[in-house]
């Protein structure tokens, strides 16, 4: 059974309405518990083989600009640049890159992270000036986030991107018609009318916040950040973290607590050189010269 209204062709499908939450205002809490439940189900599903096909390909092609000195930009306003803030503020906690290596960048700056800034997201120039001040060039590999597909501001970044001649994307869970040939990686991620008509922090931020997870994970993956499935690049901040770089050095390395954690301490808390120090008894200053060698990938180093 089709639980959504006709889609009016002038809107895009964030904005339609979903009829099977047409009276959520008078459901009981867990009804309006399981609506809300039963819909993310649906983002699953939108993420189609096309889809997933675009986010490789996305992956590969941010890897490429990594290795070769560039950088991964997000571009969003409201939800989406939250969002893209947010995964870029992960990046270097979690792999330990420089934290101007994936910048996020929201319509109305720093301010509209917690505040809405009004008009923001309706200024395309907006859109070119941050990326101005943020010396984005054709090395760098931009990814606009616009639920609606059409968002001034992230178009606005987006054409500039594409006349300096760098790689673009754009996420949307709407169509974004005939502007998609203006795009490298236009993708699609269909999840239809919100449960709250026009709430793309709902269904569309889930997708949202899943196909970045995918691409800057996966990007770090291919660029050598991880062993297997393990963040050999975590940077140890706290004692938690330290704990856990302990516990991976003396699983990867075979050896007891004792010896890892004073690797560690030798290494200045890096995991993957005191990995390759301990398995092959050298100095740390020699394990950094073998995982550089081997591009800082440490399965190449070690094997």
């Avoid at 560039?70 to 992960?90: K, M, N, Q």
């Avoid at 040939?181 to 931020?205: A, C, H, N, Q, Y």
């Amino acid at each position: 059974m089709n639980t959504e209204d006709p889609q009016d062709e002038s809107l895009p499908l964030t904005e339609g309405v979903l009829e099977e939450s047409a009276q959520l205002d008078s459901l009981d809490t867990l009804d309006i518990v399981e609506v809300f439940h039963r819909q993310e189900d649906r983002v699953r599903e939108a993420f189609s083989l096309k889809v997933k096909t675009l986010i490789a390909s996305v992956i590969d092609a941010s890897v490429q600009v990594l290795k070769q000195g560039g950088r991964i930009f997000y571009l969003g306003a409201g939800t989406s640049g939250r969002l893209g803030v947010l995964d870029a503020s992960e990046c270097p906690p979690t792999f330990s890159v420089d934290p101007t290596l994936v910048v996020g960048l929201i319509a109305g700056g720093d301010e509209a992270l917690r505040n809405s800034i009004e008009g923001a997201e309706d200024l395309p120039e907006s859109g070119v000036s941050d990326l101005k001040e943020a010396s984005f060039s054709a090395e760098d590999i931009l990814i606009g986030i616009a639920a609606s597909g059409s968002t001034p501001y992230v178009w606005g970044g987006l054409e500039y991107a594409r006349e300096l001649g760098a790689i673009t994307v754009l996420i949307s869970c709407a169509r974004i018609g005939e502007r998609a040939s203006l795009i490298d990686f236009p993708i699609e991620i269909l999840v239809g009318p919100e449960v709250i008509s026009g709430s793309t922090r709902l269904k569309s931020g889930t997708a949202t916040k899943m196909a970045l997870n995918m691409i800057s994970s996966g990007a770090m993956v291919k660029w050598g950040k991880v062993y297997g499935n393990l963040m050999v690049d975590v940077k140890p901040v706290n004692q938690k973290l330290k704990k856990r770089a302990i516990r991976l050095v003396s699983s990867i390395s075979q050896r007891d607590y004792e010896p890892a954690e004073e690797a560690l301490i030798q290494s200045d808390w890096e995991v993957k050189t005191a990995i390759v120090a301990l398995v092959n008894g050298i100095s740390p200053e020699a394990a950094r010269e073998k995982l550089a060698d081997n591009e800082g990938i440490l399965r190449k180093t070690l094997h």
